[in-house]
């Protein structure tokens, strides 16, 4: 979506991100989207996400399923 794109624009271009980084950024957006659309799917339209709409709730909520399935040393690397 426009904004997620926006996102990756300004780490390529005003953080000099590198691929690598912006790739697993990339992985770790789609698995927060992927999350959103199970859970609260009501901030899926049209197969974009309601950013605006997001609280630190659902991250929190986000932040719990990566602990019950990851180390949290890969949760920290996600947050970053």
Do not use: C, M
């Not at 390529?12 to 927060?32: M, P, V």
Request: hydrophobic content about 35%; proline content about 1%; aromatic content about 12%.
């Amino acid at each position: 979506d426009k904004v997620k794109e926006q996102f990756f624009k300004y780490l390529e271009t005003e953080k000099a991100a590198s691929g690598h980084t912006l790739k697993n950024y990339r992985r770790d957006l789609d698995e927060f989207t992927a999350y959103l659309k199970l859970e609260f799917p009501r901030f899926i339209i049209k197969e974009k996400v309601e950013w605006g709409k997001i609280e630190s709730q659902h991250l929190r909520g986000f932040i719990g399923s990566l602990l019950q399935k990851n180390k949290a040393s890969s949760v920290g690397r996600k947050l970053s």
